[in-house]
């Protein structure tokens, strides 16, 4: 079975930096993605992770331990456009997802 | 532009009327899948498609049901929608599932069933 655990909801400030965490059990693993999705929309890619370390992209950085089944994603400089959901997904044959951190963030 | 088209963006039904969500993809993917989203569950895998006439259930299959004909299109169907039923549903394609390509989802169809 799957299972994949993140903190419901955080509150940050904008320009400071807010680490979403996400656990999993699962029974398969190829690689782990983050997705943001804005209230109503379509969720949409910001990074993978296939082998341990950290991968960054700009303000956003994506860690991975596959020996711990843990990752996190940093969201640096936050802004107000950053108040969204964040989902971690994991990379087995169908993709399994967590149920997303709602992030908001405050001027 | 490269895009998963879903149709319609809302709608709202009656409990037992049949509906269909249309899918189509212009990227050649050859995996598809269907998610449906609620508050405080995320998203749930209802059934999904590695290739033309080769589909599978996912993690909440019941009272759906799926086609996949042809490459670029995959509907999604209610035979009896119930209010439970009720959720945001997308669609989405992945080049295929060896790969570590990531998914593209449609821009989501809100139902309702009353």
């Known amino acids: 079975g799957q299972n994949i655990d993140q903190p419901t909801e955080m509150t940050a400030t904008e320009g400071a930096i807010v680490q979403i965490n996400c656990t999993y059990q699962?029974?398969?693993?190829?690689?782990l993605f983050w997705y943001q999705q804005h209230a109503g929309e379509a969720p949409t890619f910001l990074s993978y992770?296939?082998?341990?370390g950290l991968e960054e992209k700009g303000r956003f950085s994506s860690f991975l331990s596959r020996s711990k089944g843990y990752s996190y994603l940093l969201l640096k400089e936050l802004q107000m456009k950053d108040s969204a959901s964040y989902l971690c997904?994991?990379?087995?044959?169908?993709?399994?997802f967590g149920a997303g951190t709602t992030v908001t963030v405050r001027a | 532009e490269a895009q998963v088209t879903q149709n319609p963006r809302y709608l709202i039904t009656v409990t037992g009327k049949k509906l269909t969500v249309t899918c189509s993809q212009n990227?050649?993917?050859?995996?598809m899948s269907w998610y449906r989203q609620d508050p405080g569950l995320g998203l749930r895998q209802i059934y999904y498609?590695?290739?033309?006439?080769?589909?599978d259930k996912g993690d909440v299959p019941e009272g759906y049901k799926v086609s996949r004909k042809e490459k670029r299109n995959f509907p999604l169907i209610l035979e009896s929608p119930s209010p439970n039923q009720t959720s945001l549903y997308f669609c989405?394609?992945?080049?295929?599932?060896?790969?570590?390509?990531?998914?593209?989802f449609g821009n989501g169809t809100r139902l309702t069933v009353t």
């Open positions: 699962t029974s398969g693993f190829n690689g």
């Open positions: 990227m050649n993917h050859e995996y």
């Open positions: 498609s590695m290739n033309v006439e080769v589909t």
């Open positions: 989405a394609s992945r080049t295929d599932i060896t790969l570590n390509s990531p998914l593209h």
């Open positions: 997904a994991v990379n087995d044959y169908k993709l399994s």
């Open positions: 992770n296939v082998l341990d």
